[in-house]
């Protein structure tokens, strides 16, 4: 029988999510890669488990998560519930996401409310719970008036099916509408989950100004670009088992950054500050960049966790490193840069 550490809350940091009473952990788990087929459902619980040990709460999942069947990865989430987290899910925040391919059809994709409530209540179903704490829209619907998309997300807030709703993949202009249109439904978006890493930083183009004005909070998705910013992938990426996952986007990033520093450093696998101190590998930089703690490793501009953008914190595992070894070994990592820092920067250091 699965017993959590009783020290689990000491090491995490929690950040309030926007102007929410929510608190979310630094570091969450993501379930979109890792949780399907990949690995035995033994496997998948001791990673589970190790992260809510480390303190992580938040679980992120969507309908279509988990190769080779959508919706594996909410099944075997469903099935560690029974197995071991289960007595625990007052101390958890589960999120999933709809918008899409889900199912053949007409009704099994983008943002229509029939598509929406369904999906929701089938990933209830396969979790086994009666509510999620988040659930999001997963991506604009450029057909669907964004009107009925936000009913629908407030209906289900409404129906006690989801505690707070959000969005994903929304640009700013997008993200301004549909968090004017949720406010005026009295069910405030909470949050918005982006892909934001060194190498891909559009959101600092407009969005995050809009979310810290509105008061959103922002977590972001790939942290470490699913492994780009780590050393596993420095002398190209292998072919079959281990290499790139179904869905993923690595061979994409080297061309996606617009910091060719970072480049070069993806490249010789280190990653110097300056004269200030030893550098950080590759891990701990973007680790660090996307907890808003990381301002010196590339151009200026707007970072999550700075007074323009209201981070609640950034989603591990996935394609990332972060499956058995990166929730175990980045959590860490991240440990170690936090006390390097200290040491150099001093008691204020964090």
């Not at 788990?29 to 992260?51: M, P, V």
């Not at 918005?192 to 008061?215: K, P, T």
Request: hydrophobic share 25%; proline share 5%; net charge neutral.
């Amino acid at each position: 029988m699965y017993h959590p550490s009783e020290r689990r809350y000491e090491g995490m940091e929690y950040k309030r999510c926007g102007r929410s009473g929510l608190k979310l952990p630094a570091m969450s788990l993501g379930l979109w890669q890792n949780f399907g087929t990949e690995k035995t459902l033994k496997e998948q619980e001791e990673i589970l488990c190790h992260a809510f040990d480390r303190g992580i709460t938040h679980f992120d999942l969507a309908n279509n998560y988990g190769h080779p069947a959508r919706g594996l990865a909410e099944e075997n989430f469903g099935r560690a519930l029974k197995d071991c987290l289960g007595p625990y899910r007052d101390e958890l925040a589960v999120s999933t996401k709809a918008g899409y391919d889900m199912w053949q059809g007409p009704y099994g994709n983008w943002g229509s409310r029939k598509y929406l409530m369904a999906s929701l209540d089938q990933s209830l179903r396969r979790m086994g719970l009666d509510y999620v704490d988040i659930f999001y829209h997963h991506r604009p619907d450029p057909e669907t008036p964004l009107e009925e998309t936000m009913e629908a997300l407030s209906d289900m807030v409404r129906q006690g099916k989801a505690l707070y709703v959000g969005i994903s993949n929304y640009n700013a202009e997008q993200t301004a509408a549909a968090v004017k249109l949720l406010r005026e439904n009295h069910t405030p978006c909470l949050i918005h989950q982006v892909r934001y890493n060194l190498l891909e930083r559009q959101a600092e183009d407009g969005l995050f100004s809009v979310l810290s004005e509105n008061g959103v909070g922002c977590i972001c998705f790939s942290p470490l670009a699913q492994g780009a910013l780590t050393d596993k992938y420095l002398r190209g990426i292998p072919a079959g088992p281990g290499g790139e996952h179904r869905g993923s986007q690595i061979s994409g990033c080297g061309d996606a950054g617009k910091n060719k520093e970072v480049k070069r450093h993806c490249q010789s696998g280190r990653h110097d500050p300056g004269p200030d101190g030893p550098g950080l590998d590759l891990t701990e930089a973007g680790g660090d960049f996307c907890s808003g703690r990381g301002q010196q490793y590339g151009p200026a501009g707007q970072q999550p966790g700075s007074s323009e953008a209201p981070a609640s914190g950034r989603r591990c595992a996935e394609g990332d490193p972060c499956s058995a070894r990166a929730v175990k070994d980045g959590q860490e990592q991240t440990g170690q840069s936090r006390s390097a820092r200290k040491h150099r920067e001093g008691s204020n250091g964090v």
